[in-house]
């Protein structure tokens, strides 16, 4: 196939566009805010668990607290009952000291269960202390969480800028270069490789493999307009002055 030099030419500086709009899809797929933004939203989803865990916990303590407080009440209670009776006088000697054994007892176990209640309120301290330290962590975090996403909205609107820019000058560049020429270019790309590339140094610009001696030769021989294709990679190979052939 045959094409205006000039023309083979221009596939370098759509090559150099390509690759400019490849280096800002790179950006915009490797934006650090992106990572940033996975973990914060990690971080913040198990604190979250504390939180939901500490709620738990203190529900439960509530229970506790009302079970015990209602049976130290009970006791109180049977206590000022107990003691009106034994005011009142009058008791039989065995009833009396029955009483008195009762009362002893209930007293005994009211004490123990006030300790209870006392090892509940602690731990109702304890569970609140973590359930503000989890409620702060959240909050701090949000607020960081909010900071990285906007980073990464004004990251993500730049690069938006900068391949509009970039696509532009490609379209422009490639609306330039006849359809058969431009063809074999995209045909390259849309196989994952660089579709053209500066012949240099005996080397194929596209996949830097060193040419040897029999193929820089029938290059060299071949027609201006001719359009001469890497054997190992399939860029076409553009000759400029600095080809040195
Ligand atoms: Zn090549």
Redesign the pocket.
Known sequence: MKADPSAQRQLLDLADADAVVARVDHRGRSLPEVAEIAELTTRIDSTRDDLVRADISAEDLTREYRRVDSEVTGMADRERKDSALLAGGGLAPKALSELQHELGSLARRRSVLEDDLLGVMERQEAVEAERQRASATVEHLQTQLADAEKRRDEAKATIDADREVATTRREAIAGDIPADLLAIYDRQRAAGK?GA?LLRARR??????ELDRGTLASIAAAAADDVVR??????V?VRTNESGL
């Open positions: 660089v590339g194929c610009g596209a996949c830097r493999m890497c054997e190992e990679c399939g860029a190979l």
